[in-house]
T-cell receptor
Framework: GDSVTQMEGPVTLSEEAFLTINCTYT??????LFWYVQYPGEGLQLLLK?????DKGSNKGFEATYRKETTSFHLEKGSVQVSDSAVYFC????????????FGSGTRLQVQP | DGGITQSPKYLFRKEGQNVTLSCEQN?????MYWYRQDPGQGLRLIYY???????QKGDIAEGYSVSREKKESFPLTVTSAQKNPTAFYLC?????????????FGDGTRLSIL
């Protein structure tokens, strides 16, 4: 079945370090892909998205490229800040069938000053 | 501004009690969803509804019930049959018919057992 796999955390980085959080998906079609961020005690906020192969989503210095050949959507940021500390979720959405998000298990990022 | 409102923010359930979590949206979205989040885990789909008066079971529907009598409202009832209800519950919605539209989320309800 459809699934999303992302790297386990926590990921601990120093401020201004480079960030990569890996995400791969398994799907029977061509999903839209998303990264959501969750701050403590809050709901999920959309960080970025890509709807077709080779699309690059970007927002707030974060980027991710939809790679169909490797079924991946890795999240990157060149220089993280303490304020980026949160849990990051990779998710996919199929426009057929039940039309609901399928989530990865989340990756906690801790950025130290 | 439009959005999704979940209430209450915190809820406590006694043994054998049913509790209802509220979810209201003013985004004019067609589809609505309920997810459950456990510590250190991703979100799992409980129920979803694509249109008014219709809803479908998700992956973990046992012990839960929903209704969709109005487009803007999708309440979730956690029944006494749900033996492990302690979790963070998130409601989401989306406008149907547009490829790549993101789901919007409420701020969640944290349910605990007394």
């Amino acid at each position: 079945g459809d699934s999303v796999t992302q790297m386990e955390g926590p990921v601990t980085l120093s401020e201004e370090a480079f960030l990569t959080i890996n995400c791969t998906y398994t799907a029977t079609g061509y999903p839209s892909l998303f990264w959501y961020v969750q701050y403590p005690g809050e709901g999920l906020q959309l960080l970025l998205k890509a709807t077709k192969a080779d699309d690059k989503g970007s927002n707030k210095g974060f980027e991710a490229t939809y790679r169909k050949e490797t079924t991946s959507f890795h999240l990157e940021k060149g220089s993280v800040q303490v304020s980026d500390s949160a849990v990051y979720f990779c998710a996919m959405f199929m426009d057929t069938g039940r039309r609901a998000l399928t989530f990865g298990s989340g990756t906690r990022l801790q950025v130290q000053p | 501004d439009g959005g999704i409102t979940q209430s209450p923010k915190y809820l406590f359930r006694k043994e054998g009690q049913n509790v209802t979590l509220s979810c209201e949206q003013n985004l004019n979205h067609d589809a609505m969803y309920w997810y459950r989040q456990d510590p250190g885990q991703g979100l799992r789909l409980i129920y979803y509804s694509q249109i008014v008066n219709d809803f479908q079971k998700g992956d973990i529907a046992e012990g839960y019930s929903v209704s969709r009598e109005k487009k803007e409202s999708f309440p979730l009832t956690v029944t006494s049959a749900q033996k492990n209800p302690t979790a963070f519950y998130l409601c989401a919605s989306i406008k149907s018919g547009q490829v790549g539209q993101p789901q919007h989320f409420g701020d969640g309800t944290r349910l605990s057992i007394l």
